[in-house]
């Protein structure tokens, strides 16, 4: 069974990015939906993987320049 949930040390070592990055992302409101339970920070699977899907790009020439899913 696949983890439909994933901590913010799981989604670095995925991503190969430090944690502090992503703790920065939410603290400026930028990367992957979190769902705060308590304390604890947690990436539904679902929302990575649309995250990715938006960051994919065909060229490095300028922001914004989404790859069309299915182009």
């Known amino acids: 069974m696949k983890a439909a949930h994933m901590n913010q040390m799981e989604l670095a070592v995925r991503w190969r990015i430090s944690p502090r990055t992503l703790e920065r992302w939410r603290w400026i409101g930028d990367g992957p939906r979190f769902v705060k339970l308590g304390g604890r920070v947690v990436y539904r699977l679902c929302d990575i993987e649309e995250y990715e899907q ?18």
Do not use: E, F
Not at 54 to 71: E, L, V
């Open 54 to 71: 938006a960051m994919i790009r065909s060229s490095t020439s300028g922001p914004g320049h989404a790859q069309q899913a299915g182009a």
